[in-house]
């Protein structure tokens, strides 16, 4: 049992917060309100999916959040200069792409330290964010609202697109080549070019797929928010970690998976910030509970190193 809960904190804990949230307030147990929690977690579990492979490797990637934000800073321009959303959401995914080769390239090709690269790219994306919107909200058309609240068959477009992301993520970590050499890597990277794994393209893929996602995550979020503020996507990079290893992936590589982990962890983070508002939580009070969820989160990470013998 101890060694359950070690690997899908998440689900123990969202038990606990869940029943503390439904005792301050009875709205927290409304349907529609909990729909609205999965809803909102599509946006932190794409994101987190991306991040997992890049824990996976034992690196990080601490950009996501600017990248959410230079994304959609251009797509709401795009938006709102009237071109086709087809080409505004291929655009964010474009960028996404394009911010994570270049954290790979240093990553891979300068051997410089990815939390490094990542700090300082996370701190150009903010600027080239802000310098995009030159620090005004972006109210973005009806149509991109449109978008993010239709639902196909009943389920709303947020979650239809983090259950394919999720399942594809599953698919090529669990079934493919690639999958198992991510592990392989992240386990032992001196053993993986031994082996006569090519570790760098390895590296440099995973990167890709951790920027394209987050831009993903942004296209997702904005859809539902209907507007950038200059804020948008600040900090998205620690509750990213959070969710991924709450959801049982390892901060020292080559242990986790998404199903059901980062789902879990997603929804935890969701459930929290959800339910400080539905109980009228002190606004200040709201960063102090998510640095203690990420504690949470690297405190059981380190426990389950010791408990497994990882390094």
Do not use: C
């Not at 998440?10 to 729909?35: E, K, T, Y």
């Not at 790219?121 to 449109?146: D, F, K, M």
């Not at 991510?182 to 053993?191: I, K, T």
Request: aromatic share 8%; charged share 10%.
């Amino acid at each position: 049992m101890t060694r359950l809960l070690l690997r899908y904190p998440a689900a123990a804990i969202l038990v606990v917060v869940g029943a503390a949230f439904s005792f301050l307030s009875p709205r927290f147990l409304d349907g529609a309100n909990l729909v609205n929690i999965v809803v909102q977690s599509a946006s932190v579990g794409i994101v987190a999916t991306g991040m997992t492979f890049v824990l996976l490797t034992a690196g990080i990637d601490l950009s996501v959040g600017a990248i959410m934000f230079v994304s959609a800073a251009v797509a709401g321009k795009m938006a709102i200069a009237g071109q086709p959303l087809a080409l505004v959401f291929a655009v964010i995914l474009a960028i996404g792409a394009l911010y994570g080769a270049v954290n790979a390239a240093f990553v891979t090709k300068a051997g410089v330290k990815a939390f490094v690269v990542t700090l300082a790219t996370l701190y150009v994306g903010r600027g080239l964010g802000l310098w995009i919107t030159e620090t005004r909200a972006l109210n973005l058309p009806e149509s991109l609202l449109q978008v993010g609240s239709a639902r196909p068959l009943g389920v709303p477009v947020p979650v239809v697109v983090l259950a394919l992301v999720l399942l594809a993520a599953h698919v090529v970590l669990a079934r493919t080549p690639f999958g198992r050499h991510v592990y392989a890597v992240g386990h032992d990277p001196a053993a993986a070019r031994r082996a006569g794994l090519p570790v760098g393209r390895i590296l440099f893929a995973v990167y890709v797929i951790s920027g394209t996602l987050a831009s993903l995550g942004g296209a997702v979020a904005i859809a539902q928010l209907g507007a950038v503020s200059p804020t948008f996507g600040r900090e998205r990079e620690f509750a990213a970690v959070a969710a991924a290893v709450l959801g049982g992936v390892s901060l020292f590589g080559g242990r986790g998976s998404v199903l059901p982990g980062v789902l879990l962890g997603a929804v935890l983070i969701q459930t929290v910030e959800n339910g400080l508002v539905i109980v009228n939580a002190n606004p200040y009070l709201y960063p102090i509970i998510l640095a203690g969820v990420i504690f949470l989160a690297v405190l059981l990470d380190a426990v389950r190193a010791r408990t497994t013998g990882a390094h």
